[in-house]
């Protein structure tokens, strides 16, 4: 096999099943990170108390909610451009040469061959992750049972 081909056989050969499916995991690894670390803001609503009017309330109470985001949209994009090029040279010169005297001939032959072959690859690669993030209110459970513990604190 040619180098030429076996370049174009590694440029397309890319993983772009593995790429895909690393971004997924990724993208659900960082989700199940945003819905702990909201978990863990509502956590911390709850066991803050401020003093107004000389009553002690913690947030949850005030009405303060937990931010939750949700990844909407994930885009993997690749480029990728490559260019090869074989030549082939071959180059023939022949000359001859004949003198003749008076009681001689002379013949002379010179022969130049060269041969080149060159081979040429170039190759660019761009990828790009993108990931679209966008704020979602606290799950409806959740709301009601904020609503029922801010009732509960402020009858």
């Known amino acids: 096999m040619s180098d030429v081909s076996r370049v174009t056989n590694q440029l397309l050969?890319?993983?772009l099943p593995q790429i895909i499916e690393r971004l997924g995991i990724a993208i659900a690894e960082a989700?199940?990170?945003?819905?702990?670390n909201s978990i863990q803001v509502?956590?911390?609503?709850?066991?803050?108390?401020i003093e107004l009017g000389g009553e002690r309330t913690n947030l949850i109470a005030l009405g303060f909610?937990?931010?939750f985001y949700s990844f909407t949209e994930?885009?993997?994009?690749?480029?990728?451009?490559f260019s090869m090029q074989e030549t082939t040279e071959t180059k023939v010169e022949a000359g001859l040469k004949v003198e003749a005297g008076y009681a001689f001939v002379m013949v002379a032959a010179s022969v130049n061959v060269s041969y080149a072959r060159k081979f040429s690859v170039g190759a660019e690669g761009m990828s790009s992750i993108?990931?679209?993030?966008?704020?979602?209110?606290?799950?409806?459970l959740l709301e009601t049972r904020l609503?029922?513990?801010?009732?509960?604190a402020n009858p």
Do not use: C, H
Request: hydrophobic residues 40%; charged residues 25%.
């Open 130 to 140: 993108a990931a679209r993030l966008v704020s979602l209110p606290p799950p409806e």
């Open 65 to 67: 909610t937990p931010t």
């Open 147 to 152: 609503k029922a513990m801010a009732d509960k």
């Open 74 to 81: 994930a885009t993997v994009e690749a480029k990728l451009s």
């Open 31 to 36: 989700q199940t990170a945003l819905d702990r």
């Open 42 to 49: 509502a956590q911390a609503m709850a066991e803050t108390e």
């Open 13 to 15: 050969s890319a993983p």
